[in-house]
């Protein structure tokens, strides 16, 4: 059995979670640059995904208003990446600063 | 761009919005937000409620009549966080037949889409649609997690019962779909009143947000 790492950051994770199932009925918004998703060929659909179903790997507060997180998990398409994100819990604001696509190593006897 | 460097940001009138992950044109009106974030120069979007959008995007396309191609029945079922193997389960059919339908290389029976679309439709009131199908849930248990289940089950009702999906269509006619942000009243929501996803598109049935 693999051993998997401890998630510590239990509260960001339940925090994006929940971000990422529901309406926001007013103005604050997703902010990316389009440009750096079409580079790596992510959408917002897939980026919602990722959020959905992933976890909070690292958390630290910026000297800015908000914080940095990086959250980790996979498109719905068994497609695993990175999210680096700024979030400003307050006022639900979330900015996408990168995004990168992370290699799984397959674990089997070929690998070895 | 962060929320307090809105000053310098401007509201695009009109966005046709390309990172979305839509198969067909979706254009946004008089709600993105264009800035420069001050610390890498990029241009930066704000779209508001992304969430709401991809819901009201996905309830557009599965209530208009055309018959869903492969890129359109993937997109819906990632737009709704469904795994292939789940929603294969929930069809009756082998999540190899459906791999063929999204890769266009299967075309889905009437009834099958229908049901898929039914399910599509009512998903989108839902935080977590895969529970739907992972769970056998009932009909008080539908209810009390659907958001909005009062405008759910109109639309459903009005949308539905009419349907008849067109498999013959002018493959150069593009789907283009144009949303806005309209204030709901609270008269027509299950809350107070709010901002949300309207469909400005003329289609065969009743728009829908």
Redesign the interface.
Known sequence: MLIQPKRVFGIETTWIREYAKTYLPNEAGFSYSAEHLRQIGLNLIAIRNILRRGHVVYADKLDDPGALWIVEGDDNEDNKYRLTLTVISEILGVSLVKAERVQVEENGDEAA | ????DRASARVVPQYEI????TPFKVTLWDCV?LGI?PA?G???????????L??AVVRTRVIHPRKLNGDEFR?V???L???SNVLAKFLDMSPEHLSRCEAGAKVMSTISEKFFRLFAFLATFF??PEELLIEALDGSAIERKA?KPNEMSKKFTEQFLSMKIQPAFDVNEELHFEFTRESVDSEEVDGPS???WKNETKVPFAACG
Request: hydrophobic residues 25%.
């Open positions: 761009m962060k929320q307090h390309d990172t979305l992950g937000t974030d890498t990029e241009e930066k979007i704000n779209v508001p409620d992304v969430v709401g991809i819901n997109f079922r990632n737009a966080g469904v795994k935080p977590d958001k709010e901002d949300e």
